[in-house]
């Protein structure tokens, strides 16, 4: 990407929302990047410029544990961290897409009118604590960027529900086929296999998989997949552990490559040009090695477990 790209208006809102996400310990949404563009420069932020009123910062960190950023609306508070928020990517999404129709760069003005168009509630009442009027706002945006006028945009699709922060369908609405084909397996599940905890992540892994290929049986959309893929491995985690509350946690993918540096950098202490040499040649040679392991694990957990799933439902 030129470095022309990465600066500008719109990138430094971006960049500021997402800095604001971060002092909040909050996942990015929309009033995040409210923030952002407001404290700019330029037409969209002489937009957001409530005079006497509240600042839109005090407005939007005042309420930090008011809402959920997880919930539908793309709230303040819900997943930690300063991740990506669904609807934080949405917005963005319509703004360059709105950009792109115009011939334009996108700019701070675009990205606004995605905001408002898209009238997230955390946004909506952003801007009227802070004293202003979405109407009057979004006129001024649109007016600078030439579109006075400027019908309601058209918003991308959001990330399928069960996906980055947006929350699973509830389970009554899940299709009835593919819900009974999973409650099938998870009353059926091989836990009396379960000696180590290999095998327990073994189970966890088919056991996604297998939620996967029913929703490709079935057709499912996105929404539908996702949402059953985070139900059934809840499930099933919950009757493992209940099952098996014995079995000790295995340790995070993060955890075991700082074990594996460790043990490498022991090994060749006393020759650090060695060791350089070797982890030079061997960058993702034990990714692609845990990968075969995993793999050759599943199957081998599979076979042993087959019969435990004799009579499950035909879709």
Same mark, same amino acid.
């Given at each position: ?19 604001? %996400? ?44 008011? $809402? ?21 990517? @949405? ?30 509630? &955390? ?6 604590? $802070?004293?202003?009027? =979405? ?20 918003? &991308?699709?959001? %990330? ?7 929350? =699973? ?63 059934? $491995? ?16 295995? &340790?995070? =993918?993060?955890?075991? %490559? @700082?074990?594996? %540096?460790? $043990? ?7 020759? &650090? ?43």
């Amino acid at each position: 990407m030129a470095h022309d790209e990465m600066s500008g208006p719109y990138p430094e809102a971006i960049r500021r929302g997402f800095l604001l %996400a971060r002092e909040l310990g909050q996942s990015c949404g929309p009033a995040h990047l409210l923030v952002g563009v407001a404290e700019g420069d330029g037409p969209a932020a002489a937009a957001l410029d409530p005079g006497q009123g509240r600042s839109l910062r005090g407005v939007v960190t005042a309420d930090t544990g008011a $809402a959920d950023a997880g919930a539908p609306g793309g709230g303040m508070a819900g997943s930690r961290h300063g991740g990506l928020g669904h609807r934080q990517m @949405q917005a963005q999404g319509a703004a360059l897409a709105l950009a792109e129709s115009r011939g334009e760069r996108v700019g701070a003005e675009h990205l606004l009118i995605a905001l408002l168009d898209q009238g997230t509630a &955390p946004v909506l009442e952003a801007l009227g604590r $802070a004293g202003l009027d =979405p109407a009057t706002v979004r006129r001024a945006a649109a007016t600078a960027i030439g579109a006075p006028g400027l019908p309601p945009i058209e918003l &991308p699709p959001p %990330a399928p529900a069960g996906t980055m922060d947006r929350a =699973p369908l509830p389970v009554a609405e899940l299709d009835d086929r593919a819900w009974a084909a999973l409650r099938w397996r998870q009353d059926h599940l091989p836990v009396g296999r379960l000696h180590r905890p290999s095998d327990r992540e073994a189970l966890l892994h088919l056991e996604r998989n297998e939620a996967w290929r029913v929703a490709d049986r079935l057709a499912l959309d996105d929404d539908q997949r996702y949402s059953l893929i985070s139900h059934h $491995a809840d499930e099933v985690g919950r009757r493992v552990e209940r099952a098996r509350p014995d079995l000790p946690q295995p &340790p995070s =993918p993060r955890d075991r %490559a @700082q074990a594996r %540096a460790v $043990a490498l950098a022991r090994r060749h202490r006393r020759r &650090p040009g060695r060791a350089v040499a070797l982890r030079n040649l061997t960058v993702g040679w034990g990714t692609w090695f845990g990968n075969r392991r995993v793999g050759l694990r599943d199957r081998w957990f599979r076979l042993r477990t087959t019969g435990s799933y004799r009579g499950a439902p035909q879709l």
